[in-house]
């Protein structure tokens, strides 16, 4: 149970963790990623012989990231993908009105889902031929 | 495990075969285009809140009003019905719901305290909401309204993905709720898309009128669409293209003192002398006090209600299939199996010609596009001043002044060829009995 002490259990509310809110582009990739927006081995990796100065340089005009972001293309898609489906400019920017949004209160299931086209095919061929197969 | 089913030497089984299919074919799907799937091929659901599942927050009626609530609002849009269930084994259960924080009830996703995300749901059925969030009953203060967010996660259970739609539940970030949000017209097809639309006889369909006076002394005539399917009711917006929110409602609830069962007809007689409605069931009638809700007790000659069919309407014989009133001839028109029974309520006699069948009376328009008999309800309608004759899933709309001054050459009392009730009546569902208020 949650620990309280006092008879009407208000002192039980104060000993609630808070979630990490999303504050730079490391915790937006993370975000990016548990929802689906970068996909599993898809982690941005900074391109071979690119140095992480060089790759923010391209990237910062226009853009009002701190130089110390280090976007690479795959984060920049991602970054926008989430931009576009929540409706706001898509800058391909970690700006402080993406961080808002991020930050807001959200259900835990992904945005992006993978398409199991192909697999659904093989399920259901399988399925005709067992006819036992329950579906749920 | 995926990994490794997939890496597996010995020859693949069917399962390590699919999940090697799996990964082989995964590919993004673009998030707003996809429309979900058919998470149950079922249409009777079992929920539970879990007992370990509790929240520490909220009272357990608490959790379980607004989780039947939840699932009542998906029931009331589509042909899904929802009964909670305490007693079957864990494994019959279709919809586990629970609370908890951090590492919770046995899930892979950990919670993440107060703020940011708040539950999540699996497609196999279980939703898990993150006790550390503070979560409201709805009309209480500020917080995250738990029906708001249990209709969300029970939407991903039934199938549905997030949708990027301002209005749609779906949306996957929380908005705080507008005084009563409800399900909406494009999350309705988007579930219905999955499941179908809610089909399904009706025992009566009928325009209620009712009077008003305005502050100027001004009397103004009001009517309420209403169809009934045995014991439940649904008022009808048809402004709205919906049912009011909250329907159906038990028949006893809102016409007091006609049968639980529910009514075979209704007729509204109403000219310069007569301003009576009556509601039929079997062999018997009642007369309905429109002023104050409520059946009549008795006639004016002191006979109690309910009274026989065939003494209140000479020649006529209960029980009906359906009937109405026509005001151009005066007259009611009973309807028995293929026969229709043309009652004078001004001579209080069943006309010379009675009864006729119905092809006669009433000829379809395209030959051979006819309900032909064993009609559901007979429905003449405000909005469209019109009838329209209701057998199953099926209606015929009858030939109206303004369509026979357009095409002279229609019949008159013509029917015109047979449209699908979910097209024209929309989102009428029923929900489980269990729900009802």
Redesign the interface.
């Known amino acids: 149970?949650?620990v309280f002490h006092s008879r009407d259990h208000s002192d039980?509310?104060n000993d609630?963790?808070?979630?990490?809110?999303i504050t730079d582009t490391d915790t937006a990739q993370r975000f990016l990623s548990k929802?689906?927006f970068i996909?599993d081995g898809d982690d941005p990796q900074i391109p071979a012989g690119q140095t992480e100065v060089s790759l923010s340089l391209d990237l910062q005009e226009g853009g009002s990231v701190s130089r110390s972001s280090s976007p690479d293309l795959r984060f920049i898609s991602a970054l926008k993908?989430f931009q576009r489906?929540?409706?706001l400019p898509v800058s391909g920017v970690f700006d402080d009105v993406t961080k808002a949004?991020m930050?807001?209160?959200?259900?835990?299931?992904p945005?992006?889902?993978?398409?199991?086209?192909?697999?659904e095919q093989?399920?259901n061929e399988?399925a005709e031929s067992n006819s036992t197969t329950t579906?749920? | 495990h995926t990994h490794a089913a997939a890496n597996n030497t010995e020859p693949p089984g069917?399962k390590q075969?699919?999940l090697a299919?799996?990964l082989?074919?995964?590919?993004?799907?673009?998030?707003?285009e996809?429309k979900g799937h058919m998470?149950?091929?079922k249409s009777l659901l079992k929920w539970r809140l879990m007992g370990e599942g509790y929240s520490?927050q909220l009272s357990i009626d608490e959790q379980k009003y607004i989780f039947r609530l939840a699932f009542r609002m998906w029931s009331e849009v589509s042909p899904l019905q929802f009964v909670e269930d305490v007693d079957s084994p864990l494994e019959d259960i279709d919809i586990r719901l629970g609370f908890g924080?951090?590492r919770h009830l046995g899930c892979s996703?950990r919670?993440?305290?107060?703020?940011?995300?708040?539950?999540?749901?699996w497609f196999?059925?279980d939703i898990h909401f993150d006790d550390?969030?503070?979560f409201t009953v709805p009309n209480t203060g500020s917080g995250?309204s738990l029906l708001k967010?249990a209709v969300?996660?029970i939407g991903?259970v039934l199938g549905l993905?997030?949708i990027?739609r301002?209005g749609s539940i779906m949306q996957?970030?929380?908005l705080p709720q507008d005084a009563g949000f409800e399900i909406d017209w494009m999350d309705r097809k988007s579930i219905q898309s999955l499941y179908g639309e809610c089909k399904g006889r009706f025992s009566t369909v009928f325009d209620w009128i009712r009077k008003e006076q305005t502050a100027y002394g001004e009397v103004v005539v009001r009517f309420n669409t209403y169809f009934m399917r045995d014991g439940w009711y649904w008022l009808y917006e048809n402004r709205n293209n919906r049912t009011r929110y909250g329907d159906p409602v038990a028949v006893q609830v809102g016409w007091h003192g006609l049968p639980s069962s529910g009514v075979d007809a209704y007729v509204h007689v109403w000219n310069r002398k007569t301003d009576a409605v009556y509601f039929f069931k079997g062999v018997q009638y009642w007369r309905y006090d429109s002023e104050n809700d409520q059946v009549f007790t008795e006639d004016s000659d002191g006979r109690s209600y309910p009274r026989l069919i065939s003494e209140g309407f000479p020649g006529v014989s209960g029980p009906v299939d359906t009937a109405y009133y026509d005001r151009r001839d005066a007259h009611i028109y009973f309807f028995k199996g293929s026969q229709v029974f043309r009652f004078d309520v001004r001579m209080h006699r069943l006309a010379s010609s009675s009864p006729q069948k119905i092809t006669e009376v009433f000829p379809a328009v395209v030959p051979g596009n006819h309900p032909l008999g064993n009609l559901d309800a007979a429905y003449f309608s405000y909005s469209h001043n019109t009838v329209f004759l209701l057998k199953g899933s099926w209606f015929w709309r009858m030939v109206s002044g303004r369509d026979r001054r357009r095409s002279a050459s229609l019949p008159p009392n013509g029917l015109m060829p047979r449209r699908e009730v979910e097209q024209q009546w929309f989102d009428i569902c029923d929900v489980h009995s269990s729900s009802l208020r």
């Open positions: 149970e949650k039980a509310m609630i963790r808070q979630a990490e809110l929802y689906g996909r993908e489906v929540s409706g949004a930050n807001k209160p959200r259900c835990g299931v945005d992006q889902d993978e398409e199991l086209e192909s697999a093989e399920l399988t579906h749920n | 069917r075969r699919h299919a799996l082989r074919s995964r590919r993004r799907r673009d998030a707003s996809w998470a149950f091929s520490s924080t951090g996703q919670f993440d305290g107060a703020g940011r995300e708040f539950a999540h749901a196999l059925g550390d969030e503070h995250i967010v969300h996660e991903h993905p997030h990027y301002s996957p970030s929380y």
